[in-house]
């Protein structure tokens, strides 16, 4: 049971281009989400989240979007740069607090060419 | 500093034998977890912490073991009746607090078993 997807194994853009990444999910008593970028044999670095009340946060070049209604949820990073490269994961958290886990997707591997 | 520290970073066990991965937190939370990444897939859950002296069972548990004696310190025993051991594992940290933040991870384990 696949409770957070990401359909997307790979996106490759050109520098100064946008990415988006997608991500859907199932599980209705989520209501925070959150993006971690990862390089090879490194740990998971966080990016940004969302809690369900919303529907986008911005962070500098990063913007995150929630359309509870389709359950989807998609990353911008504008404009994208070669460091950027790397693994993106989203996840799915429930209870409203800082305890509880994580569910992650499979995750999806940007290339951003110079 | 404060962080997470995973210890070692590569480690190599022979088939039958248990083996015992370090984590430790320096930044007072309360509650820790083991995740695992296999190639093409998300990290899943092993085990999880929320307070001292008690832990619960993640979606993938079978063949691991955990202890939470001290608030700075969860460290996973993978057994010889963990069929497919060899993966990237991932330690990570919330703080006790209502309220939704990120959690924390570290650099990684790579186990291999030859």
């Known amino acids: 049971d696949q409770q957070v997807k990401q359909n997307s194994p790979s996106l490759s853009v050109q520098e100064g281009r946008i990415s988006i990444l997608n991500c859907d999910y199932t599980?209705?008593?989520?209501?925070?989400f959150l993006w971690y970028k990862k390089y090879p044999a490194e740990g998971p670095t966080f990016l940004i989240s969302i809690s369900s009340i919303k529907d986008k946060n911005e962070d500098g070049r990063f913007t995150v979007f929630l359309n509870k209604s389709a359950k989807h949820l998609s990353l911008h990073i504008v404009p994208s740069q070669p460091g950027d490269s790397a693994v993106y994961f989203c996840?799915?958290?429930?209870?409203?607090?800082?305890?509880?886990?994580?569910?992650f997707g499979q995750g999806t591997i940007l290339t951003v060419h110079p | 500093d404060g962080g997470i520290t995973q210890s070692p970073k590569y480690l190599f066990r022979k088939e039958g034998q248990n083996v015992t991965l370090s984590c430790e937190q320096n930044l007072n939370h309360d509650a820790m977890y083991w995740y695992r990444q296999d190639p093409g897939q998300g990290l899943r859950l092993i085990y999880y912490?929320?307070?001292?002296?008690?832990?619960q069972k993640g979606d993938i548990a079978e063949g691991y073991s955990v202890s939470r004696e001290k608030k700075e310190s969860f460290p996973l025993t993978v057994t010889s009746a963990q069929k497919n051991p060899t993966a990237f594992y991932l330690c990570?940290?919330?703080?006790?607090?209502?309220?939704?933040?990120?959690?924390?991870f570290g650099q990684g384990t790579r186990l291999t078993v030859v």
């Open positions: 996840a799915g958290k429930a209870g409203g607090t800082s305890y509880g886990k994580l569910t």
């Open positions: 990570a940290s919330t703080p006790g607090q209502v309220g939704n933040t990120e959690a924390f």
């Open positions: 599980n209705s008593m989520f209501d925070y």
């Open positions: 912490s929320q307070i001292v002296n008690d832990f």
